[in-house]
């Protein structure tokens, strides 16, 4: 059946335990992914940041572009932009959490947030050891589960997307690793093709492409479909016969992009 959006029973289920013990928390850190902080923001936090204060968090500053990185912060009130590879960015946010710890006992928090953004990950560096599980796929977390530290009770969650979102959306959120594309309409070819118009209309296929050492001069960049057979012949994904398999070639290219091994972008200004 052709299906628009990525939502399995645990993200439901997350939703309904994490509205259960929001009343319990002091605040909320909402993980979003620093190269598209509009698109990767919560869909529960509308609900939630009436109820509870929001830090944001901009994670994977390191794949995002460092000026764009920085208007993100001054539009986004309390936010703080980390990259969890190299640890940077995470002193300063433990800092602040730490100041507002309640005297008699530790402060409860909550990391929420889509899919794949780094939630258990700074988790783990918040708690200072290796205690929730991290992975390159959306949806390794899948259940609701505290953990405590350094005078931190945290609560890590399953990455949660909007049910009802328009057609096209979660697809979008797959370039960035945060939605699943197998799954969806068209699959990995069809999330590839959207995804290289998609920087071509910003202009930024060339660069995001520039590590790869492709020819493009030849090539009309408006076809998506040629680009993508490129891609497919430089990086080996061929079929009997010479042919590309472009669902292959597509589930490559967005993985390295997803993961950073392209060049790094910022695909949203504030
Ligand atoms: N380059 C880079 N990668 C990061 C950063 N933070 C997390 N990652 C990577 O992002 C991927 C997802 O990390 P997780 O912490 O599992 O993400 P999550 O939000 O808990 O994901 P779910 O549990 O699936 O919702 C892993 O491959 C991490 O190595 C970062 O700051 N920079
Ligand atoms: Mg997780």
């Known amino acids: 059946m052709a299906r628009t959006v990525w939502y399995p029973g645990h993200m439901a289920r997350g939703g309904r ?16 992914d620093a190269r598209a902080p509009f698109s990767t923001s919560s869909p529960l936090l509308a609900k939630f940041k009436k109820i509870r204060p929001v830090l944001s968090v901009l994670s994977k500053s390191d794949l995002a572009d460092p000026d764009i990185t920085k208007l993100w912060l001054d539009k986004l009130e309390n936010s703080y932009a980390v990259n969890l590879k190299q640890d940077k ?21 909550a990391v929420m947030g889509i899919p794949n953004v780094g939630k258990s990950m700074l988790l783990n560096a918040l708690a200072g050891k290796a205690q929730a599980q991290v992975g390159g796929i959306p949806g390794v977390t899948r259940s609701v589960s505290w953990y405590k530290n350094n005078g931190l009770l945290i609560v890590d969650s ?35 093709l959207e995804l290289i118009n998609y920087l071509n209309s910003k202009n930024l296929l060339n660069k995001v492409l520039s590590k790869w050492d492709l020819d493009l001069n030849n090539f009309n960049l408006n ?18 016969g010479g042919a590309v398999n472009t669902e292959l070639a597509g589930k490559r290219f967005l993985d390295a992009f997803a993961s950073g091994k392209l060049t790094p972008v910022s695909l949203e200004t504030p």
Request: a positive charge.
């Open 89 to 109: 960015g995470v002193s300063k946010l433990k800092r602040d959490l730490l100041a507002r710890k309640p005297a008699h006992r530790e402060l409860r928090l």
């Open 158 to 192: 399953p990455g949660i997307l909007d049910p009802h979102s328009e057609p096209g959306v979660h697809q979008a959120l797959s370039w960035l690793g945060c939605a699943r594309a197998d799954i969806l309409t068209g699959g990995f070819e069809a999330a590839a």
């Open 223 to 240: 076809a998506s479909y040629e680009i993508l057979d490129l891609i497919g012949r430089r990086l080996g994904c061929l079929i009997s």
């Open 17 to 32: 335990k994490l509205a259960e013990l929001i009343e319990k928390l002091d605040l909320i850190i909402e993980v979003r």
